[in-house]
């Protein structure tokens, strides 16, 4: 069974540039996250689907930060507008449902300059 | 605000030696999972122990719901164990981690 996979697995930034990042989830799953990981720190959920609609999206800075899943499977994290203050790595998880068990994919790590 | 503590920050065993990792939570849960993450990998699920006590392998989860607490008990610990372990809590619909314990084990 494929795992969650994720791309670009890197990005660089000059503030003020926008970026999108893609995720995948494992097939099946109707629940899919995203984290923010800054570094040195735990992950911090941004927001969250359950099939297409967003459960939870109340830690995603909404000026710059959108996130869509339209058919339910692949979903897409967009910034607009880079700060340096958004270096981290992003992180997708899914999951067979709330509560159940996640899976994480490697990551994208973004470098905002 | 939802908080998870994790303790110690970070621990330095020596190979063969045994670990003990704790997280508190900040309200009730009934939803803890512990993951492992070495540096720059992906995170991994080890266990997801909602109350009780769970074991994989050398892992042992014990979860004890009225006291908001859960631990991780690493037993005979390797080299290949060094990492960052993370604790999180969902709730209704939340899902707050810890900053984790950094383990390093030494030869």
């Known amino acids: 069974e494929a795992g969650v996979t994720q791309s670009p697995r890197y990005a660089v930034l000059q503030e003020g540039q926008a970026v999108s990042f893609w995720c995948d989830p494992i097939?099946?799953?109707?629940?899919l996250y995203w984290y923010q990981q800054p570094r040195d720190q735990g992950p911090q959920l941004l927001v969250y689907?359950?099939?297409?609609?967003?459960?939870?999206n109340s830690q995603l800075p909404s000026d710059r930060f959108s996130a869509v899943r339209p058919k339910g499977t692949n979903s897409t994290l967009k910034i607009q507008s880079a700060k340096q203050g958004d270096t981290a790595t992003y992180l997708c998880?899914?999951?067979?449902?709330?509560?159940?068990?996640?899976?994480f994919g490697p990551g994208t790590r973004l470098l905002v300059l | 605000e939802q908080q998870v503590q994790q303790s110690p920050a970070s621990l330095v065993l020596q190979e063969g030696e045994n670990a003990e990792l704790q997280c508190s939570f900040s309200i009730f849960t009934n939803q803890v999972q512990w993951f492992y993450q070495r540096p720059g990998g992906r995170l991994v699920s080890l266990l997801y122990?909602?109350?009780g006590t769970k074991q994989s392998g050398r892992l042992t989860s014990t979860t004890v719901i009225k006291e908001r607490r859960s631990s991780l008990h690493i037993s005979s610990s390797q080299i290949t164990d060094s990492g960052t372990y993370l604790c999180?809590?969902?709730?209704?619909?939340?899902?707050?981690f810890g900053t984790g314990t950094r383990l390093q084990v030494s030869p």
């Open positions: 999180a809590m969902e709730n209704t619909d939340k899902v707050v």
């Open positions: 122990n909602p109350s």
């Open positions: 689907f359950r099939d297409e609609a967003v459960i939870d």
């Open positions: 998880a899914s999951s067979p449902g709330w509560g159940d068990t996640q899976y």
């Open positions: 097939s099946g799953h109707d629940t």
